[in-house]
Structures are given as structure tokens and as C-alpha cells.
């Protein structure tokens, strides 16, 4: 690994672990969970506020900050770092699944992904040298490879032709990343992704190949796609015995509070999801009882606390009745305290899962978890 990034497991229980893994911004305790700031920014909430929630790193999009406001435009600001006012680790995800998303608008060959932009309808070509170099300029601390995400269901055949195909563009980001690396952004790592749709042994291949590759991390991607939830865990628990025990397993794009502790339980260390923050918007908050659709008229006049565990800025200052009362007229406030309330759940649960696996109780936060987002939300 490169001298700036470092991962050390710190406790263990079973194959879910604690460690702390270090970039050149700080140092992140795992597992983590990376708020999503897709722009440069997480939405409805400040940088101050993230800080104050305990937030130690956070990822933005490679697609979107190419497109606007440009990275080399960054790069001339001095990086995503001084761009965003946030000191901490960054994380950027390559593009790929953005691409995939696009549908229409873009097709993939060998080459990489061409695609019309969402903004404008201008051309553009994403391969894998060029997200690579998005990246480098974006000066994040843990750049993401550039994959093809494959949408569920799919045939063996077309899971085994994507993933070799990421294979091979994998080799092409880590030869221009090493190519690069000590004139363009010193102490930025590279994570290789494990592709291979839902099939265990292509998953296993993929993660031999990737590893072979050698990169400083290692991702599973192509999961939360629309497939089942058993399904995406026994997809993860296949892989990540195939992965290096010293470096950190990041899972890509997932998920529900209930996702976060079942993948632990199966050897993850790093999760991202809009989650958090879209249902926040849509009025949707997390709690220990369950979900909470705060929008929902038997609300209008309730005086309690979306969660009275919780003790979050919004939880100790305003009422269900205030938070409906913001939602239903529209009011910015709403989305930001909603928000705050979500994201603090959130890392409050990945606190809990640390603290579980350290005292040996991570079975026991399962259970909590199992029994109360498994079930309908607290207002159904």
C-alpha cells in the first residue's frame, strides 16, 4: 500500500472487524459509512454539520463533477478539498454507475462508455484512463476504478462478458494510475471493484483477478440493483473471503440500516448510500422503532420527538407535528432537519456496530435490527 493510506483491523468478531484505515486527509475508523455528496456537497446539510455528526469521510461522483462545474476547474481551485471546504477524507466514485443509469443515453464498448449528458445533451467519452485522470484532478484521497455495472436480472453470460470487461479496464486504470501518480495527486489510492452480477463463482474469479491486479483497496459492485436482499448477502458473503483480510472491503451503493449490519456481520468495512438523504427530502426518517413517514397526517399534531433514543439536533429540538408541519408547506428546513436526523442514525448505527463487534454483541444488534426494519414502519 501506498505510504499515505494504511489499514489495520483493531478488533474482530468473526469475520466482521474494526479497524482504522488512513488517508492523506485523516484517519477513518471502520466500518464507516460515507455520506453521499454526489455535486460536492451532501445535500441539505453544511460541511460544519457533517463535522459535528461525526462524519469522517464522504464520497462525490466523478460523472457529475466532470460534467459541472469541470474537473480541471477544481484542479486550478485547489481540489475537491479547498473547492468544498472539507478537510476529510474523500472518496469519488468513478462514473460507471452513472453511465449505467443513463440507459439510453449511452452505450458501452471497449473503449468505455459513451454517453449524452443529462445537463445538456452534449457527447462524451468516459474510459477508463479518463476517469482515472477526473479523478487525479479532483484530488480525491481514494479513487474508484471504472466498471460496467450490470443491471439485474442478467444471464451467466452476459455477468461473465461485464465482468471481464472490468476486468481488463481495471488494468487500464491502475497502469495510468501508477503512470501518474507522483507528478498528478501523491497519497491518493486506487480501489479495484469485483464485478460479476450473481453468479458466486464469477464473483470469485473477479475478486482473484482484481487482487492479482494488486490495488491499494478492493470494492464489491453491482449489488442493490433491484436483486432480493438474501440475495445480495449471500453475493457478499462469497466474496470477501476472496479479498486481503489487511486491506479494507468496501461495499458499493448499499443500503438500509438493516443492509449496514448484515454486511458487517458478512466482512464489509465501508458503505455508501443516498438513502439518508433522499428519504430525509421525501419526508422518510429512520428511528429505533423503525421507519417514520413523517408527512403522514397523524402527525399534524403530535407534540413526541421523531425518536426519543435519539439525540440529535432535531430529535431534542422539534416535534413530529413541526417536521409535517415544514414538509407539507414546503418549507427548506424540512429537508435539512429531516436530513440531520437521518444521517445521525445513520452513523450512529455504525458506531454501534463498532462498539457490538469490540464487546462481541454484533448478534445481538442483528436481531434489533432484523426485528425492527423488517418490519412496517412505526406509522403504518
Not at 130 to 136: E, F, G, L, N, V
Not at 203 to 212: G, M
Request: glycine content about 8%; charged content about 20%; aromatic content about 8%.
Amino acid at each position: 500500500m501506498l505510504a499515505t493510506f494504511t489499514f489495520r483491523v483493531t478488533h474482530s468478531s468473526g469475520v466482521a472487524r474494526t479497524g482504522e484505515m488512513t488517508t492523506a486527509h485523516g484517519t477513518v475508523r471502520t466500518p464507516a459509512f460515507m455520506p453521499v455528496g454526489t455535486q460536492g456537497a451532501v445535500k441539505g446539510v453544511l460541511p460544519r454539520d457533517l463535522v459535528e455528526l461525526g462524519a469522517e469521510i464522504i464520497l462525490a461522483n466523478t460523472y457529475h463533477l466532470y460534467l459541472r462545474p469541470g474537473d480541471e476547474l477544481v484542479a486550478r481551485l485547489g481540489g475537491l478539498h479547498r473547492f468544498a471546504a472539507w478537510d476529510r477524507p474523500i472518496l469519488t466514485d468513478s462514473g460507471g454507475y452513472q453511465a449505467f443509469s443513463l440507459g439510453a443515453r449511452r452505450t458501452i464498448d471497449e473503449t468505455g462508455i459513451h454517453f449524452r449528458s443529462h445537463l445538456d445533451g452534449s457527447e462524451h467519452l468516459l474510459t477508463p484512463e479518463k476517469a482515472t485522470d477526473i479523478q487525479a484532478n479532483l484530488g480525491s484521497d481514494i479513487a474508484m476504478v471504472l466498471d460496467e455495472c450490470l443491471g439485474y436480472p442478467a444471464t451467466r453470460d452476459q455477468a461473465a462478458a461485464s465482468m471481464e470487461r472490468t476486468l481488463r479496464w481495471e488494468m487500464r486504470c491502475r497502469e495510468r494510475f501508477v503512470a501518474q501518480e507522483a507528478g498528478t495527486n501523491p497519497g491518493q489510492a486506487q480501489f479495484g471493484i469485483v464485478q460479476g452480477g450473481t453468479f458466486t463463482d464469477l464473483r470469485a474469479a473477479s475478486a482473484q483477478a482484481t487482487v492479482d491486479i494488486g490495488f491499494e483497496a478492493y470494492a464489491i459492485g453491482g449489488l442493490s440493483v433491484g436483486e432480493p436482499p438474501d440475495l445480495m448477502y449471500d453475493i457478499v458473503a462469497a466474496a470477501t473471503p476472496a479479498l486481503p483480510e489487511d486491506r479494507p472491503r468496501y461495499l458499493m451503493g448499499t443500503g438500509t440500516p438493516l443492509d449496514l449490519v448484515e454486511c458487517v456481520a458478512r466482512g464489509i468495512d465501508l458503505f455508501d448510500c443516498v438513502m439518508p438523504t433522499r428519504n430525509a427530502r421525501n419526508g422518510q426518517l429512520f428511528t429505533r422503532q423503525g421507519r417514520l413517514n413523517i408527512k403522514n397526517a397523524r402527525f399534524a399534531a403530535d407534540p413526541a420527538p421523531p425518536d426519543s433514543e435519539c439525540r440529535c439536533y432535531t430529535c431534542r429540538h422539534f416535534s413530529r407535528a413541526y417536521l409535517r408541519h415544514l414538509y407539507v408547506a414546503g418549507e427548506i428546513g424540512a429537508s435539512t432537519l429531516n436530513t440531520l436526523h437521518n444521517l445521525t442514525f445513520y452513523l450512529d448505527t455504525m458506531r454501534r456496530i463498532r462498539e457490538a463487534i469490540v464487546f462481541g454483541s454484533l448478534d445481538q444488534l442483528l436481531q434489533e435490527y432484523r426485528q425492527t426494519f423488517t418490519r412496517r414502519s412505526v406509522d403504518s
